[in-house]
């Protein structure tokens, strides 16, 4: 039921910024894991980053250092703060929200935004 938009990407030089956000319908405070992946083209879709209820967090060995991810159930948005940014981090990335209930695992992606970083 939760509905999940992204927004924040563009086009950045190697070493720059971007902070992605992801806006939800509704509240993301019982939402098991909220997470961003990234798909780049040809390639499959892969985890960057993913925090749970309580905050804990995991990221890609990747993008260890450099993204952070972050989550305002207050606000009810996910953020992704990326840094040191390189040309391998161009990607179409996307917002999850992940959870089990009842037996059954729920996943609701947003639609995707484009980071393209030049070198």
């Known amino acids: 039921q939760v509905q999940l938009v992204e927004s924040g990407g563009g086009l950045v030089q190697a070493g720059g910024s971007l902070r992605l956000s992801c806006a939800a319908s509704g509240s993301i405070f019982s939402i098991d894991v909220m997470a961003w992946y990234r798909q780049a083209p040809g390639k499959q879709r892969e985890l960057v980053a993913a925090?749970?209820?309580?905050?804990?967090?995991n990221y890609a060995d990747s993008v260890k250092g450099r993204f952070t991810i972050s989550r305002d159930n207050a606000r009810n948005t996910l953020s992704l703060q990326m840094t040191v940014l390189k040309p391998e981090d161009t990607a179409v990335y996307y917002c999850?929200?992940?959870?089990?209930?009842?037996?059954?695992?729920?996943?609701?992606w947003g639609q995707g935004t484009q980071v393209t970083v030049s070198s």
């Open positions: 925090i749970n209820s309580v905050g804990s967090t």
């Open positions: 999850n929200a992940h959870t089990a209930w009842l037996g059954r695992v729920y996943d609701t």
